[in-house]
């Protein structure tokens, strides 16, 4: 006799059918495949693409702002920089007002890499929004970061999903 608890089938179904969680994977996935085949010519992955568009400003940003912006804790943004690190594109330097923390600078080999990089990005984003429904590249980006300011307002402990709908309804 077995004690094991028996989730029925059409439970799978509706996760299968209604999580948004699984649906923004498998769109992050199918994205990231198409713009890394696009940018492969450039010599860059998708994320190294963004990674590197994020460092392109007026003056070297300090790496907390750089993984804020791109979703990620420091020590993956440091393992994401090592292959930019060595192909010379990307430059860590000792941020000189406070020497705990470090400055990345996109350098001019990085910056004639992200220049032909972007007109393939140019090309593919067009390509990408011309497919989907009228107003639907603009709704969807609107979307995505409602979620993504939703999610990163919440604190960790309190991210359960009558809070989450509490948090979303009272707005």
């Known amino acids: 006799?077995?004690?094991?608890?028996?989730?029925?089938?059409?439970?799978?179904?509706?996760?299968?059918d209604t999580c948004l969680?699984?649906?923004?994977?498998?769109?992050?996935?199918a994205l990231a495949r198409l713009f890394d085949d696009a940018l492969r010519p450039a010599g860059l992955t998708n994320g190294q693409f963004s990674l590197m568009m994020s460092l392109n400003r007026p003056e070297p940003p300090p790496m907390?702002?750089?993984?804020a912006l791109l979703a990620m804790d420091q020590t993956t943004l440091t393992a994401a920089?090592?292959?930019l690190q060595r192909k010379g594109w990307v430059s860590?330097?000792?941020?000189?007002?406070?020497?705990?923390?470090?400055?990345?600078v996109l350098?001019?080999?990085?910056?004639a890499v992200l220049a032909k990089a972007l007109p393939i990005w140019k090309s593919t984003h067009a390509t990408l929004d011309s497919t989907l429904p009228e107003g639907g590249p603009a709704r969807l980006r609107?979307?995505?970061q409602a979620v993504s300011g939703m999610t990163a307002e919440v604190p960790k402990s309190s991210r359960s999903p009558r809070r989450l709908r509490q948090s979303a309804t009272a707005e």
């Open 92 to 104: 860590v330097m000792e941020n000189p007002k406070d020497r705990r923390g470090r400055l990345l």
């Open 142 to 144: 609107q979307d995505l």
């Open 1 to 16: 006799m077995s004690n094991s608890i028996e989730i029925p089938f059409s439970t799978t179904l509706l996760v299968r």
């Open 64 to 67: 907390g702002p750089v993984a």
């Open 21 to 29: 969680c699984l649906h923004v994977q498998r769109a992050a996935r």
């Open 107 to 111: 350098t001019s080999e990085g910056k």
């Open 81 to 83: 920089l090592k292959p």
